[in-house]
């Protein structure tokens, strides 16, 4: 790590939030360095204030309701908080450049790979298009993008997510900046593609001397590649110091319950039986998608489900993990049949829900309901949580109050007071709309709860929360529970077996602690090294609630 004056010093930044907001300033007071050939990662959580700073470094502020109100961000010596706009376009992409969390959403929908990046250069560059195109290709292989010559003239949407990835890294790196700010940028990313991006960035910021401030909430991410680590709550730097130092012996109360909240990959002990009964039986399951055809082009043949078999008992819950792609979705939605198999068995307590009609299904199907992934999705935001709590006791018979009245006792079962059923979706956070999803599953009484990715969007801390709250009601309702994660950490404290499914296949199958001990599948290991952090034995500490530390 280089020893020399920092290319970014950002001295008592402050930004005001407007009036409205839950707190006047969203950034308050913030000193930070960075030098050339330095990986700085800032954490916290959700609403700490990094991704704001991050964009008062770009000048990306949503003017004039979010603005910097103190402080100086002096870039190579220049406060670039007091630039004029044509310096700050000058500087953008050319001194410093960004990658965003989400490049589907960062990418232009309706332009080729390659004229994205061509107009980075035609902008900052004396360039001319014959020179611009090999530029652009070098630039995609030096991301280790294969086929990088065709793929200047793909779009977004044909590329897989960790390719669009290295598509945002590309364009930040073309003109050779001296800061490169990520942010989040392997968050929605397989373990194993990110472990590549991971090992990319590192590779390409020490070949050219780069200083990167990487936010992340990830702190296997940190122990990965931080040189130093940032702490930041509510706005403020609360802790700095080496990645050793913050990982092993972090000072701050905040920090220490951060590290606390980390799942541990050292699964616990199964917890039921061989000889409880069978909840839930699936059978050579099969699903294949179809797309494409007509004009003369030849139809495209996706097996995304094959021969699958499962059981789930009493008490138990199954975990299935796995890659993006690899078919555990489908098979949550073909095991609840909002997807329909074309063969086996979905057999739940002696009924196999395959064989039924539609009619006939719909009074089984609140024996087994979904968490989904995205709870904002899911929840329909012109109603209130708790009508859309009780709208499913009443679809299936039970009377209006009845209903709202068992609503307000979910909502207690789950953590939240039962007066904000009269609130609605967006009023609550993250973590908070994930408990009314739980609430709204479990409002049928069923006997199987299907969690699909329930905590993979949450911050460290809040996934803890949500955890424990899944725990917590599986112990004391004795649900069987199909636990679907791409993470192993999560994986290994919560389920008692797992499946790991690669191509629609499921590869391994077995207790959670043999399958950690001693992955026998190719795929298994390479899925356990891509683990980010998997080295670090992170410090256990008694602090459980990183929202009111002591």
Not at 451 to 473: C, G, K, M, T
Not at 477 to 483: N, P
Request: one cysteine or more; a neutral charge; charged letters at 25%.
């Amino acid at each position: 790590m280089a020893t020399s004056s920092p290319i970014l010093d950002i001295r008592n930044l402050t930004v005001d939030l407007p009036p409205w907001a839950d707190r006047p300033q969203a950034v308050s007071d913030v000193s930070l360095t960075l030098a050339p050939d330095e990986i700085l990662c800032v954490v916290g959580e959700s609403g700490s204030g990094k991704s704001v700073m991050a964009r008062a470094v770009m000048r990306l502020l949503p003017a004039p309701h979010v603005r910097a109100s103190g402080g100086s961000i002096l870039l190579d010596g220049e406060d670039v908080l007091r630039l004029s706009d044509a310096r700050m376009r000058e500087l953008r992409g050319r001194r410093v450049s960004m990658i965003f969390q989400e490049p589907m959403t960062a990418l232009n929908p309706v332009k080729t790979i390659g004229a994205q990046i061509e107009e980075v250069l035609e902008l900052h560059t004396p360039l001319r298009k014959r020179e611009r195109v090999p530029r652009i290709v070098e630039m995609l292989a030096a991301v280790r993008l294969p086929n990088a010559a065709q793929l200047v003239d793909a779009y977004p949407h044909q590329l897989s997510g960790g390719q669009r990835q290295r598509a945002m890294i590309a364009m930040a790196l073309i003109l050779e900046p001296a800061l490169v700010i990520a942010d989040e940028p392997t968050t929605a990313l397989d373990v194993t593609t990110q472990k590549g991006i991971l090992a990319l960035f590192r590779e390409i910021q020490r070949a050219r001397h780069i200083g990167v401030l990487f936010i992340t909430h990830d702190f296997g991410v940190v122990a990965d590649i931080a040189d130093r680590v940032a702490v930041m709550q509510h706005g403020r730097v609360v802790e700095v110091g080496t990645t050793d130092a913050v990982l092993n012996a972090p000072t701050h109360p905040y920090t220490q319950a951060l590290i606390a909240a980390v799942p541990s990959l050292e699964p616990r002990a199964r917890r039921v039986a061989s000889e409880a009964p069978v909840v839930l039986r699936v059978e050579g399951l099969e699903k294949t998608y179809h797309s494409g055809g007509g004009f003369g082009r030849g139809r495209r043949v996706v097996p995304a489900v094959k021969t699958i078999d499962l059981t789930i008992r009493h008490g138990e819950t199954l975990g299935v993990v796995g890659e993006s792609g690899s078919g555990k979705s489908t098979l949550a939605r073909c095991i609840v049949r909002l997807v329909d198999a074309e063969r086996g068995a979905v057999v739940m307590n002696g009924v196999d829900l395959m064989r039924l009609s539609r009619r006939e299904l719909r009074k089984h199907r609140r024996q087994i309901q979904t968490v989904f992934q995205d709870p904002y999705g899911s929840l329909d935001p012109r109603s209130r949580i708790g009508r859309l709590i009780a709208e499913g006791p009443i679809v299936h018979g039970v009377p209006e109050q009845e209903a709202l009245s068992r609503a307000h006792a979910l909502l207690e079962l789950v953590g939240l007071d039962p007066r904000a059923a009269d609130r609605f979706p967006h009023e609550f956070s993250g973590g908070q709309r994930q408990r009314i999803g739980i609430a709204r599953a479990l409002a049928l009484e069923p006997a199987v709860l299907i969690a699909d990715e329930p905590v993979s969007a949450l911050d460290v801390s809040v996934q803890a929360q949500v955890l424990r709250l899944l725990a917590d009601i599986r112990d004391r309702l004795k649900l069987a529970m199909l636990f679907i994660t791409h993470d192993l950490r999560v994986a290994a404290q919560v389920c008692d077996t797992i499946a790991v499914m690669r191509a629609g296949e499921i590869v391994e199958y077995g207790a959670v602690g043999d399958i950690f001990a001693s992955p026998s599948h190719p795929y298994t290991r390479e899925l356990f090294s891509a683990v980010p952090g998997r080295d670090w034995r992170h410090p256990r500490s008694p602090i459980s609630d990183p929202a009111n530390p002591p």
